[in-house]
């Protein structure tokens, strides 16, 4: 079992960057793949990036992120990324962090541990 905190969330202009981070527990984090999912009010969870088990690894990412958004990780530090640039408000969300053992997958259902979540929002 894994456990995940996320970090970096905050209030920020459209234009700007963010780093989210997501630190996890244990002592196998490079056995699980990871992935970031969002949530708007009021709308569905969004799968926005993922990033398979290895540093460096292989990425996926939604087309509402692609360019702007860069997930990596840190299997020595237990840590996964979200770079975030270019912010638009579109991307406010509360952002989650989550893992799955074995190979990433390209959707949230897929996905077993979640962090609580982290806020960002964006503004105009």
């Known amino acids: 079992q894994v456990q995940l905190v996320e970090s970096g969330g905050g209030l920020v202009q459209a234009g700007d960057s963010l780093r989210l981070s997501c630190t996890a527990s244990g002592r196998t984090f490079s056995s699980y793949a990871m992935g970031w999912v969002r949530q708007a009010p009021g709308k569905e969870r969004e799968f926005v990036a993922a990033?398979?088990?290895?540093?460096?690894?292989?990425?996926y990412y939604s087309d509402s992120v692609k360019g702007r958004f860069t997930i990596s990780r840190d299997n020595a530090k237990n840590t996964v990324y979200l770079q975030m640039n270019s912010l638009k408000p579109e991307d406010t969300a509360v952002y989650y962090c989550?893992?799955?053992?074995?190979?990433?997958?390209?959707?949230?259902?897929?996905?077993?541990?979640w962090g609580q979540g982290t806020q960002v929002t964006v503004s105009s």
């Open positions: 989550a893992a799955r053992a074995g190979p990433y997958r390209q959707t949230a259902e897929s996905y077993d541990y």
């Open positions: 990033i398979s088990r290895t540093t460096g690894g292989s990425t």
